[in-house]
């Protein structure tokens, strides 16, 4: 199957600090990326969705001026938490769809963030 | 709006036997799009297998069945010949119809699967 990767796949920073998040397609164009959060033992929440070119769109409840997404190519979506608190620790986790009418969606393999 | 729900929030089996994990959801979209993920410790989301509501055929992957009931809106995973690289957190997720959205995936809240050797 296609390869997404997330970097880092782990973070630990200080309250107050912003934190970037990568998520990229190795080997296809990825038209739409996705952002879900996971708080231990919970579901993935979907946070925003990511259409290369244009802005994303937030979930209800989740504040796009907290969590910036930028999906300037094909390959590269980011999350940027900013001003980061420890209420944000959380795994984040992107997935990739291209333009194909597949039925599988490419997970990265996650981003463990812990804000101190 | 979608929902799916998952009443499991544990499940073990002995090493070999078969199980079925539930899972029920709710559309109002004639359209969509069912699947099952198992996620390890790791956090790694590893895609099982794929209903369309459409498929007349249950859909089948190795030893992953999905036990599909339009009409009950249930869409049970059934794992034969468990093995102990099983345990893992299990989730149903369901697809947006299409248009913006399409892509997008709404979760259950999880099954926790545990195999006994």
């Known amino acids: 199957g296609a390869v997404v990767s997330q970097h880092p796949s782990w973070v630990i920073c200080k309250s107050g600090t912003s934190v970037k998040i990568e998520c990229r397609s190795l080997?296809?164009?990825?038209?739409?990326m996705f952002w879900y959060r996971q708080f231990p033992k919970q579901s993935l929440m979907l946070m925003a969705t990511?259409?290369?070119?244009?802005?994303?769109?937030?979930e209800q409840g989740v504040e796009k001026d907290k969590f910036l997404i930028n999906h300037a190519s094909l390959t590269l979506s980011t999350l940027t938490v900013t001003s980061a608190h420890p209420e944000d620790s959380s795994f984040y986790i992107c997935?990739?769809?291209?333009?194909?009418?597949?039925?599988?969606?490419?997970f990265g393999p996650g981003t463990r963030l812990t804000v101190l | 709006a979608q929902k799916i729900t998952q009443t499991q929030p544990g499940m073990f089996v002995q090493e070999k036997e078969a199980v079925t994990l539930d899972c029920t959801y709710d559309?109002?979209?004639?359209?969509?799009?069912l699947f099952w993920y198992k996620q390890p410790s790791s956090g790694e989301m590893i895609f099982l297998i794929y209903?369309?509501?459409?498929?007349?055929q249950n859909a089948t992957e190795g030893r992953y069945s999905l036990n599909f009931q339009k009409a009950r809106k249930s869409a049970n995973l059934v794992i034969s010949a468990s093995q102990l690289g099983d345990s893992a957190m299990y989730f149903c997720?369901?697809?947006?119809?299409?248009?913006?959205?399409?892509?997008?995936?709404?979760f259950g809240q999880g099954t926790i699967l545990t195999v006994h050797p």
């Open positions: 997935s990739a769809k291209d333009r194909l009418p597949r039925n599988e969606q490419f």
């Open positions: 080997d296809f164009q990825a038209t739409t």
């Open positions: 990511s259409n290369e070119g244009s802005k994303a769109t937030y």
């Open positions: 559309t109002s979209d004639p359209s969509y799009g």
């Open positions: 209903q369309g509501s459409y498929d007349q």
């Open positions: 997720a369901m697809r947006a119809a299409g248009g913006t959205s399409y892509g997008k995936l709404t």
